[in-house]
């Protein structure tokens, strides 16, 4: 008796985890450089800067869906 082949399956787990992955990878990249642009702004204006408190106001994207 032949097995059901599970490539197909086990293929399309693989893209979403990708996908998932990838999305996370640039919202990481957008929010590093959004807080990269504020620091820069804020040193040019002579201003303090506080990563937390940035860190903290950053909004995250909800993850329900």
């Known amino acids: 008796m032949l097995k059901p082949s599970t490539h197909h399956v086990t293929t399309a787990g693989n893209k979403a985890a990708l996908l998932r992955g990838l999305n996370s990878f640039i919202y ?7 807080a990269a642009t504020r620091l820069y702004s804020a040193l040019l204006r002579g201003q303090t800067f506080d990563p937390l408190t940035e860190l903290l106001e950053t909004k995250q994207p909800s993850c329900e869906g």
């Open 28 to 34: 990481l990249v957008i929010a590093e450089g959004l």
